[in-house]
């Protein structure tokens, strides 16, 4: 989950390292580091913790050249600290990488009985000594990385620099994703587009197995077989790439509160009046006797939601697995499934993996990424974009709204073409759905009331979720959000298994929180929240007016929303989950942006 970054430019590198690394620093931030040709000699800047402590060094301790590599770190193998910090160096070697070596003890065995001994506890040094020992062999550099590649067992995206080497950086790609950046007499590489924008605007992504020979002149790019091939270029939308906190004090709540503009954004790039445009071909759901539907994280209480969706509009059944369980249980795929992929990144090496899987077997492939350039989203027959914009913030808020936002389109398609859903039952869901975005202004503006809540609830070491219906997976992702940046252990579980266990957690020191809109199930709910109220549990009920008023007595916190439709509720109630995270995370003073342990983009299993 690290993020790289190369340069063979006309200008220093340091600073064109350090801001490329800024912008890939969601990537991770255990350590960071950069190495640069001058005059012929390699060198390198490493330092723990955040991107700003490598700045901070190299205030004091220039590192000038204009060739250089760079990496943020998230710690795999080894502890976070400056010996395991990137870029790893072994004689005339410099290499950067993300992903996993699997081979590499066996690697280190065959390396040490040649005289060549590790100095850190990595899996990426591996690739530097290997490369070193075939220098010594009398190899050149492309040779020498060439051998090296072939030795590599695992998921990787490197970049090797060369002692004496200023025009020159290997890249290569093997279940990482890795771009090359085209510039006038300029070159870059970068774990993906966003880390590249302000130096260009030309981008070639290499598919898997590719590797790449990088001059100021261009790129000669190979396939997994040594053959030369043609990549394509491709203009990337610099405004996609921009990032900036907009005079907000974290990126999270800056992505919350884009979350009226984007979702309109969004409807008005598939909704063409009572028409929903797919692109490409769309889906003849006729056709589809059953959906799988695979994803991580947020993504996967998303994929939950949808399952809702699916089964109750259109009558289609739908099946939800975990990317990294569905991968490896290796589940037998029927005729007529269509699978469904789902990724912020489109990156996420197990849902990429569980896609692979897929290939031969489902009808089709659909992936709802944020990424349309992404490796899901060019290996799937169909990729729908969410069109959330760049998010910054490890904590997922605005793709996970848009995420649903496709679902449900695709839900309500699938109904009509099933005829399940009426014409005029259509118009008027997709008219409620239009007004969404003028519903989440107006849930902002309860921030003041889920702000009080969540100091509450920040003083907690435990609290509960609970929800029915599409508000169980809402509860599961509220939960999650919590623990992610607050670092409050909390759970979730649909409302009526709560007398078949979790009651015994109740207390007087956990808080519940009650996601409960008045919908059909509503009533249901208040039974639930009054079984823990009689045991001295303290409710934070999240539901419309209709639902305070009916709640009774007894509940200690009442956030109230504006009143949606219940086929909607789950996009709307994204919003205070979000928000008293947030706030739980500030009153405590967690790093919001950037959560211990945490990375954004997760492409190594």
């Not at 100095?119 to 492309?142: F, Q």
């Not at 599409?470 to 409302?495: D, N, R, T, V, W």
């Not at 008023?549 to 919003?575: C, F, H, K, S």
Request: proline letters at 5%; hydrophobic letters at 45%; a negative charge.
């Amino acid at each position: 989950m690290c993020g790289i970054v190369g340069v063979l430019g006309n200008h220093e590198a340091s600073p064109i390292l350090v801001e490329a690394l800024r912008r890939l620093e969601y990537r991770g931030y255990d350590s960071a580091g950069i190495a640069t040709i001058n005059g012929g000699k390699l060198d390198r800047r490493r330092a723990v913790g955040k991107l700003v402590n490598l700045s901070d060094r190299l205030v004091h301790e220039p590192l000038p050249g204009k060739s250089g590599i760079g990496h943020t770190r998230w710690a795999t193998h080894g502890e976070p600290n400056e010996k395991n910090a990137h870029p790893h160096r072994s004689g005339p070697v410099a290499v950067v990488h993300n992903g996993i070596i699997e081979n590499f003890r066996e690697l280190r065995c065959e390396l040490a009985k040649k005289g060549h001994q590790p100095e850190t506890d990595t899996d990426s040094e591996t690739v530097s000594m290997l490369a070193r020992l075939y220098l010594e062999e009398g190899k050149t550099p492309v040779e020498a990385a060439r051998a090296t590649l072939a030795r590599l067992e695992g998921a990787f995206a490197l970049a090797f620099l060369f002692d004496g080497e200023e025009d020159l950086i290997i890249a290569a790609r093997k279940g990482s994703p890795l771009a090359i950046g085209h510039g006038d007499g300029e070159m870059f590489v970068g774990s993906d587009a966003i880390a590249l924008a302000p130096m260009t605007d030309t981008i070639t992504y290499l598919e898997e197995g590719d590797w790449a020979v990088i001059t100021r002149k261009g790129a000669e790019i190979f396939d997994m077989e040594n053959r030369r091939v043609n990549r394509d270029a491709r203009k990337i939308r610099m405004d996609a790439a921009r990032i900036d906190k907009a005079g907000y004090k974290h990126f999270m709540a800056k992505e919350i509160a884009e979350q009226p503009t984007v979702l309109a954004d969004a409807l008005s790039a598939y909704l063409d009046g009572d028409n929903i445009r797919f692109p490409s071909q769309g889906i003849d759901f006729t056709k589809i006797d059953r959906l799988t539907m695979v994803a991580c994280g947020t993504a996967f209480y998303a994929c939950l939601t949808a399952k809702y969706w699916f089964e109750k509009l259109a009558r289609l059944p739908v099946e939800v697995d975990i990317a990294s369980e569905f991968r490896y249980r290796e589940p037998p795929v029927v005729p007529g499934t269509t699978a469904i992929f789902v990724s912020q990144s489109g990156e996420t090496a197990d849902t990429l993996a569980a896609l692979r899987y897929c290939r031969d077997k489902a009808d089709s492939i659909v992936s709802v990424v944020n990424v349309d350039t992404s490796s899901i989203a060019r290996e799937s027959d169909l990729a729908l974009p969410i069109h959330a914009g760049v998010e910054v913030g490890v904590a997922s808020t605005k793709a996970f709204t848009c995420q649903l936002n496709v679902l449900l389109l695709l839900a309500i398609e699938a109904a009509s073409q099933r005829g399940e859903m009426a014409p005029a039952d259509r118009k008027e869901l997709l008219s409620q759905l239009r007004g969404l975005p003028g519903l989440f202004n107006a849930a902002l503006d309860r921030d003041p009331a889920i702000e009080r809540a969540a100091l509450r609830i920040s003083e907690a070491r435990d609290v509960l979720f609970l929800g029915r219906g599409m508000m169980y997976p809402l509860a599961l992702e509220g939960a999650l959000k919590l623990k992610e940046i607050s670092y409050i252990h909390a759970e979730a579980y649909a409302s009526g298994e709560l007398k078949h266990g979790p009651i015994a957690l109740i207390d007087k020191t956990v808080p519940v929180i009650v996601m409960a809109p008045h919908d059909s199930l509503f009533d249901k709910t208040v039974s639930n929240m009054q079984e823990v109220m009689a045991r001295g549990g303290k409710v934070c009920l999240v539901t419309d007016a209709a639902g305070a008023a009916e709640a009774g007595e007894g509940v200690a916190q009442v956030i109230t929303l504006p009143a949606v439709d219940e086929r909607l509720a789950p996009l709307l109630y994204a919003l205070p989950a979000q928000l008293i995270a947030y706030h739980a995370a500030v009153a405590k003073g967690t790093d919001v942006d950037q959560p211990r342990n945490l990375a954004k983009s997760v492409t190594v299993e």
